[in-house]
Each structure stands twice: as C-alpha cells, then as structure tokens.
C-alpha cells in the first residue's frame, strides 16, 4: 500500500507556479469549528472557468489502496452558487460527480463531508481505514485530503489553496508547510490536487515526539482516545527502526521531513477497523487498536511504518505513468505491483537482519511465512496480468499475494544480482540505478521496465522475471536459496492460543455470543496449562469481559500476550462460573524454514544478508 519525496515539490511547484498565473488557484475551505452531526462543512472556489458546464470529482480510489471505494457516497448537500448568491444547477452523476451548470459563473461549492470510520460497520467493502476520515468534534479529525477535496474536470494540474479553520485546542499535523500561524486556522499550498491528495493532516490534541535521523527531522504524533499510548511510548522503537532505515538505504532517499500519524482506535461500532498503514511521500497514516498494549504495538508499528517508509524508493522514486497520471475515477493500474509492494516488503524484512534488528533465523522464519502464504494464492496466475487488472476479479483476490510472493520475488533477484556480481551489488544497488534512470518526474512504460532491469543488471534478471513474474511458472525457491547455502529445514516458533495451526480456531462463539472452548478439538497447552478444558465458555481475561461483541479487542488482547505473564480467566463451566489463575504458557507451531549450511556460500551468503 502507498507513497513518498521532497524533489517532487520543487518541480511540481514551479510547474504549478507557471499554470497559476494563467488561470488562478483552486481555493478550498474546511471548517472544523462548526461541526454537526459528525459533518465538515467544505466550501470550494474554482478558478477561471470558461466552459458553461463542468463536473465536480470526489475520488472512486486513491494510489496505494488498490480498491474502489467511492468517497463520494460521504458527500451530500452539494451546492453551487454565482457571485451573487443565486444558487446554479448541480446534477448529480455517478456517486462520485457532480455536473454543474452554467459553470462559467461559478463562483463557490459548498458541501458536506461525513466521515468514514461511523460507516464501516454498515458497508459489505470496507475502506480501508487509512485512507479514510475520522470527525470527531474537539477531539479527533483525521483529515485524508481526498476524502474531503475533490476537483473540477480538466483542472487536476492546477494549484490548491486550503485554508482550514479549527478550535485552538487542536494541532494539525502534517508534513505540509502551515503558511497561517495563527492557532485556530492553517494554510496550504499545492501544486496541483495529486500533491494535495498526499499530505493528510490528524487534527487533535497535541501528543507528538520529533527526532532527526540523518538529515530527515520526523514527526510521531499519536492519537490514543482514552489515553493508553503515547507518541513518547512508541518513539524510541519508531526511532531505532527508522534509523535503521535510513542508514540501510543511504544515498538513494533526500526526503528532509517525515510524519507518522497514528491513530488507535477503541475498537467500538462506530470507529475504525481496518488496521495497518497508507504511504505517502512524506507520511504514513497508521490505524491500529488502542487495547494492543503499548510493546506489542511498538513491535507492530516496526513491520508496518518499515514497509511504508520504504516506499520513498518505489513507487515514489520509480513508477510507471499511471501512477504518475493517476486517474482517480477512472483508474488504469500498472504491471509492477511486484516492485511497489514485493520491493518495498523485501526490503522491510532485509534491512532488519542488515542492520542487526533481527538475526538470520528470524529473517529465513519470515521467508518461510512468505513461501507457505503465497501457497494460499494462485501461483501460475503471471504476476503482471494480477497486477494490470487488480481492481477486478478475478484478479482482486490475489491481492494479498504482492505481500508474500511480490517480497519473494525481490528476494531472488536480490539473490541473482549477489551471485552474478560475486556479492558486490544487490536488489538495492538495482533501486538506486532505475532512480537514477527515472526519477520522481520521469515515469516509465510498463512495457520498458524489465528491458531496462536486464540492461541495468544481467540477462539471468530478465530471464528470471520473464519466466516467473511475466509468465505462469512457479518459482522454485529452494535453487535460489542454495545459491547463498541456505537449505530446508524444521524449525518452530510462537503459536496463537487460540489458533491451531495458526489457522483452525479452537474457540467458538454460541447463540449468546459467548466465547467457549471447542469441544470437538484438544485443547492447547495454553488451556492444559491453566486447566480450562473442553466445553468451557470464557467469560473474562484479565477482569475484563469478552464476548461476539468485542471479539477484535480480545484477539488484539491476546497478542501481547508472553511466556510467563500472570492471567486470570473467569470461565463458566457446567453452569457454574469460576476464575482460574496461573501462568501463560504459549504453544508453539512446528513450521517449514530455512538454514545456512553450506559453509563455502559464506561469503555471498554475508554479502546478501549485511552487504
């Protein structure tokens, strides 16, 4: 998912600057003083219009989600007016568009925008929460611009002038420039509405951290609803990794600012639950649960905010031009996915073991995850046709996959390149030469790239990516794993309490919405451990009730869970309720993995891995 850089701005606004002196700004206004009923007022006024008819756009999908969601069906009340107040015709489209008569008179638009994350629960396709809008008056707003901004036909490229207004208690951060220093109101300025559409602002009361990591000054500002995180909990893991990060991919990124917006929800009806992150050239939204404990959320926050900060390199640096000319309502999608996400991903796991955050155990472990997840998907559809026609099935079910097998591919051309070039050069020396090539203004043809790969590496690349990425043919993992001495082998790790296998679960829910231990599967020895046996409803953890209800919380609970924690458990058995106490004993899953045993590939082996 998402996107990232800071020469993108120079040259975007001087090519902005050019077009504002033709025929003006796109001048916005968003009142977050006056909210009702969970609705921003937003008033648009275009520039010179001279065409007698025009739509207005709000976004069907956005870059990085690759999912239609229309957020358009958040706005009503749309509104035209002249200059001197008489109201124009407004014909309402798609859900989407608006078409606006007598648009050469136009002088404002107004409407309302209602939020995302109180409609999650009612809608069959989710939207992924990131990418969508919490109103919360005086206390949270999370502000995708594409979900309160749109634009007018044929005026993508023309510059946006917003001005929000806010209650003084609330700072809005972003990696944009505040040109109003006033406290209650804010100023930006884009260069055209697909920079606008890059920059979400978190409005809310202020929690932040900010740190220097080589050149860039970040930016961790948290929203916690009832307080139990703070961005000083979480800053000394974000700064650690994103170090890391920094001095992992040296050179190749010039980005001097950076923002992480994190917002926990309390996991109830009306607030979101689609938990994981959105990149963008200088910031990443991060959704995740309040209830996950401040170390397992630190620990997630490390994977997650790793693969989006990642993206500073692709597709930020190197894309195609249809990320470069985005069509937001008409969306045409690129063959790569494999670089955008499979890249972005390897390198989140790479520079791990790199940088000495992991161990080459814990590296080959993900691996193998990766290799037993991508056995879930369909792996003789080319990954280049999923990719082309992702927003569609059947295509759109293979999504996941560019997680898993996308990382896998990256991770034998990272592979090949060590072995050709006797360990000197790797799949991120391959980054920093199609940056070069390309560049944040300089898209390329999806037809051209795996020529230009081939001309920047070696013909063993574009073979490889001809036969297992453009073509239908498993890739056989274990041949280039034994290039860098690596070959199977049984290893186990942490299981989930209430998973077998980490699929099947042993608890079920009854008629009541209970919680209760699956009588027909043997218990873990998690239960064995506390005595719970089969049959037994779980009615609390902690103290703290579970049901159906607030399952989520109780799965996200359990996940900060360790060998040795003290818990009680108050169970009901044969109709009489009871609490158990003891210790917790996790189990573990026997797994297929990978191990360094061949002695004479030490070398590439050290190349690939800390190279």
């Avoid at 791990?352 to 792996?379: H, S, T, W």
């Avoid at 013909?459 to 860098?484: D, H, N, Q, R």
């Amino acid at each position: 998912m998402k996107k990232i850089i800071c020469s993108l701005a120079f040259a975007l606004t001087m090519g902005g600057l050019a077009h504002a002196q033709k025929g003006g700004d796109v001048k916005v206004a968003i009142d977050l003083t006056t909210i009702k009923d969970d609705k921003v007022m937003v008033t648009v006024t275009p520039a010179a219009i001279k065409e007698k008819t025009v739509t207005y756009y709000i976004p069907k999908t956005v870059p990085g989600t690759y999912s239609d969601d229309d957020y358009g069906q958040f706005i009503e009340g749309v509104k035209a007016y002249d200059k001197k107040g008489k109201e124009l015709t407004v014909t309402k489209g798609d859900v989407n568009s608006w078409k606006i008569d007598g648009a050469n008179k136009l002088a404002k638009l107004t409407y309302l925008v209602n939020d995302t994350y109180d409609n999650e629960s009612e809608r069959k396709e989710k939207i992924f929460s990131p990418s969508g809008s919490n109103i919360a008056a005086g206390t949270n707003i999370m502000l995708n611009t594409h979900a309160f901004v749109g634009y007018f036909s044929g005026m993508t490229e023309t510059p946006y002038d917003v001005t929000i207004s806010h209650p003084a208690m609330l700072t809005g951060f972003t990696s944009m420039v505040d040109l109003d220093k006033s406290d209650t109101a804010d100023q930006f300025k884009t260069s055209r509405y697909l920079e606008l559409t890059e920059y979400p602002i978190m409005y809310t009361k202020p929690d932040f951290t900010t740190f220097n990591a080589e050149g860039m000054d970040i930016t961790i500002a948290v929203y916690s609803p009832n307080g139990k995180v703070t961005a000083k909990d979480i800053t000394p893991m974000m700064e650690k990794t994103m170090r890391a990060q920094k001095k992992f991919l040296g050179a190749i990124n010039s980005n001097k600012k950076y923002t992480v917006l994190v917002y926990l929800s309390d996991m109830t009806e009306t607030d979101a639950s689609g938990f994981g992150a959105l990149e963008h050239p200088t910031c990443t939204t991060v959704v995740m649960p309040e209830t996950m404990g401040v170390e397992a959320l630190a620990e997630q926050l490390k994977d997650i905010v790793s693969h989006e900060f990642f993206h500073i390199v692709t597709p930020l640096s190197v894309h195609s031009k249809e990320i470069q000319f985005f069509d937001f309502n008409a969306p045409k999608m690129s063959e790569h996915l494999w670089m955008y996400e499979g890249v972005t991903e390897y390198f989140a796991n790479l520079f791990q073991v790199n940088q000495g955050l992991i161990d080459e155990d814990a590296f080959f472990i993900r691996m193998a995850e990766k290799i037993a997840n991508a056995g879930e998907f369909d792996d003789t559809m080319p990954f280049t046709v999923m990719s082309k026609g992702v927003l569609a099935e059947p295509y759109k079910k293979e999504y996941r996959n560019v997680y898993e097998k996308g990382a896998l591919i990256a991770m034998c051309v990272d592979i090949i390149i060590r072995e050709e070039s006797k360990g000197q050069k790797g799949i991120l020396t391959l980054m920093r030469d199609l940056t070069k090539a390309y560049g944040n203004n300089k898209p390329f043809d999806d037809a051209e790239l795996f020529g230009k790969i081939t001309e920047l590496t070696y013909p063993e690349v574009g073979e490889f990516l001809k036969t297992y990425v453009a073509g239908p043919t498993p890739i056989p993992y274990a041949e280039y794993f034994a290039k860098v001495g690596v070959t199977p082998s049984a290893t186990s790790k942490p299981g989930n309490p209430f998973l077998k296998g980490m699929r099947e679960p042993l608890v079920g829910i009854d008629q009541t919405k209970a919680i209760f231990v699956r009588p027909d599967i043997e218990p873990n020895v998690f239960f064995t451990t506390l005595g719970i046996q089969k049959g037994d409803v779980l009615l609390a953890f902690n103290e703290k009730e579970y049901n159906l209800d607030n399952i989520n919380d109780f799965i996200t609970t359990s996940l900060s869970w360790k060998d040795g924690d003290a818990i009680s458990v108050k169970i009901k058995r044969d109709g009489k309720e009871q609490v158990v106490k003891g210790k917790i004993k996790l189990p573990t899953e026997d797994v297929e993995g990978w191990k360094a045993t061949d002695a004479s590939k030490a070398a590439l082996r050290e190349a690939w891995l800390k190279g």
